[in-house]
């Protein structure tokens, strides 16, 4: 089944404790992407990334880092999590920057 | 600065009866527009979406929506709601040949039996 993964659905973390998000696709696709949403300002994109070893900063890339060594996977990296990137995090990706994305089931992060 | 927006946060309309939530775009040369469908505790998925060629695009579910250029808008529209159709709606626009996605804020579609 065609699908884009994350790991953790659900994370509970404090101030300054490094966590990684991953995310995964089997689709094969180039181009992938980090969203956070928040109540009443929809998704923001965070960094994407168009092929492999190929990234570059979204709308809110500050206090976020991601890697693309391999095509299928693009972890979200927080060093030193604060609050304010509480949030519901969304990894997606697509054949190029032109298609349709797939979108993952989302990783609620609480950072505390 | 590129953006989205959709003025409505909430829509409310009785089953059986057309729908439209708003969306309108400001971005540099020609936009690349989409449409997505959010159901609580889920990611997004996509509905429909505009590149080029005739204005009016049809999607997933039955749902359409009209590029108007010179308003500068992007509705999506269905001529028949479902309560099923309940849920969290968003539009996004790219910028030919720019790699970043700006979506709205978002529009609760809410389906009265």
């Known amino acids: 089944e065609a699908q884009v993964t994350q790991n953790p659905r659900y994370l509970i973390t404090v101030t300054g404790k490094k966590l990684t998000v991953t995310c995964s696709q089997n689709?094969?696709?180039?181009?992938m992407s980090w969203y956070r949403q928040d109540p009443g300002l929809g998704l923001r994109q965070i960094y994407y990334?168009?092929?492999?070893?190929?990234?570059d900063k979204g709308d809110v890339p500050e206090g976020y880092k991601v890697s693309r060594k391999e095509k299928r996977n693009f972890p979200l990296i927080l060093e030193s999590p604060s609050p304010n990137q509480t949030s519901l995090y969304f990894c997606?990706?697509?054949?190029?920057?032109?298609?349709?994305?797939?979108f993952g089931p989302g990783t609620r992060l609480l950072v505390l | 600065a590129q953006s989205v927006a959709q003025p409505e946060d909430q829509v409310n309309v009785a089953e059986g009866n057309p729908l439209t939530v708003k969306c309108t775009y400001s971005v540099s040369g020609n936009p690349y527009l989409f449409w997505y469908v959010q159901y609580p505790n889920r990611g997004l998925q996509f509905l429909l979406k505009y590149i080029t060629g005739d204005n009016l695009v049809k999607g997933s579910y039955g749902f359409e929506a009209e590029f108007n250029k010179s308003q500068t808008s992007f509705h999506l529209k269905k001529p028949s709601a479902l309560v099923s159709d309940s849920a969290l709606y968003f539009c996004?626009?790219?910028?030919?040949?720019?790699?970043?996605?700006?979506f709205g804020s978002g529009t609760k579609l809410n389906v009265k039996p």
């Open positions: 689709m094969n696709h180039e181009y």
């Open positions: 997606a990706s697509s054949l190029s920057d032109q298609e349709t994305q797939y």
């Open positions: 996004a626009v790219r910028r030919y040949n720019f790699n970043k996605f700006y």
């Open positions: 990334s168009m092929n492999v070893e190929v990234t």
